[in-house]
């Protein structure tokens, strides 16, 4: 027994450290914007919002202080059911174009948020949708960027990077770097011309294909998803289609969870779409590398009993993946002009060992919360 489960670490060891280095490819592959002309697209930023009363002022300054006509530009903010001021605080700039959207739905739902977007882009006048979250913030020429560079690409779906900022711990600066390895993944994916995973904080989609995609359809039982799975619709027909801006200017900013309890439920709530996915190779996929952090974990766990030999394939294994996520994320910190965070990373590949084998299954059983409601 002990030989086989030495064998089958060495054998994924190996296997996760190819993909590794074919994402580190996919990253190297997409070309970064310059010379980009003026927009001429009209958008409509949509934000779906709940009890975000002490962030969506800021988001809302960020947006309408942006380098871009203003004349093509729209923001749609739909309140989730707030029990708090969000709904007041976003009437206060109704007069500089801001729309409200309130909902109010009788009957109990799993994905208010996707219900939310459909119901913006519905009465939308954009010819591009541009999701992103209510406790963002962006540069002057977030939108300018991510749109001069969907028009030059001739994208159908874009995505764009965000980041962690403005970090008050520790806990959340290892957040950070946990983070920029997760956008990362998903812009090397588009980069190899497999999409695999987006961001909804800074999501750009012609309005057209949503609706010739069918929208949410499909999708609409999952609570979460209006990101990755709709990525996915889109990825079965037009994977060429769809890019990923790759500029310091394009970046959003938000936060990290400030505890060990909002930053497990939200996990599980990302994990919950892994067995979600139709193309089964995505799943398999992820399946592979649960199981390859499942295998480390046990044979650590078996070594600190005073099994020698699986210690030395543990070692091995750990150490080839803490080098090829060194080769991996070594550019994305550059990108994010974030090098320091770099120091992080043996802590981070092995605190990633343990909760990737428990998130893996807690996000895929039972309920968890979500804004203050019990979803799955």
């Known amino acids: 027994m002990i030989q086989i489960l030495n064998y089958l670490l060495i ?5 996760y450290a190819i993909l590794v280095l ?22 409509s930023v949509i934000i779906a919002a709940r009890n975000e009363e002490l962030n969506i002022r800021r988001t ?18 739909i309140d989730d059911h707030s029990d708090d001021n969000t709904s007041l605080i976003v009437k206060e700039y109704a007069e500089q174009g801001v729309k409200l959207i309130q909902l109010n739905e009788n009957g109990r739902l799993n994905s208010y948020k996707k219900l ?57 600066r ?39 995609m069918g929208g949410f359809k499909g999708i609409d039982e999952l609570a979460s998803g209006d990101d990755e799975l709709f990525l996915h619709k889109v990825a079965e027909q037009y994977p060429e289609r769809i890019t ?9 900013y938000t936060d990290a969870k400030p505890d060990l309890k909002s930053f497990i439920s939200q996990r599980r709530r990302w994990a919950s779409k892994s067995t979600k996915y139709k193309n089964k190779g995505v ?35 750990l150490l080839l993946k803490m080098t090829v996520e060194f080769l991996f994320i070594q550019p994305l910190t550059t990108f994010a002009h974030r090098k320091e965070l770099l120091l992080y990373l043996p802590l981070l590949s092995f605190a990633h060992v343990v909760y990737l084998a428990y998130i893996g299954i807690l996000g895929n059983v039972g309920k968890y919360d ?5 979803v799955k």
């Open 283 to 317: 799943i398999a996929l992820g399946i592979s590398i649960w199981f390859f952090n499942l295998l480390i974990l046990v044979a650590s766990v078996l070594a600190v009993c005073g099994v020698k030999f699986v210690a030395w394939v543990a070692l091995f294994a």
């Open 60 to 77: 809302i300054e960020s947006i309408i202080g942006q380098h871009y006509p203003t004349a093509l530009l729209e923001l749609i903010i």
């Open 116 to 172: 939310a977007i459909s119901r913006a882009i519905e009465c939308c006048q954009g010819e591009i949708i541009i999701t992103t979250d209510a406790d963002c913030r962006m540069g002057p020429n977030w939108l300018a960027t991510v749109i001069g560079t969907f028009e030059k690409e001739d994208a159908y779906l874009q995505s764009s990077p965000v980041l962690y900022s403005e970090e008050k711990s520790f806990f959340e």
């Open 22 to 43: 074919w994402m580190r490819r996919g990253w190297g592959l997409i070309p970064v914007p310059n010379n980009l002309a003026l927009p001429t697209k009209s958008i």
């Open 244 to 252: 990923f801006c790759k500029s310091k200017e394009a970046v959003v």
């Open 11 to 15: 054998i994924f060891a190996c296997v």
């Open 370 to 374: 979500w804004k203050g409601r019990q």
């Open 174 to 212: 290892l957040q950070t770097l946990e983070f920029l390895y997760l956008i990362g993944l998903g812009a090397a994916g588009i980069g190899n011309k497999k999409p695999t995973t987006c961001n909804g904080a800074n999501l750009a989609y012609r309005k057209d294909i949503f609706k010739q």
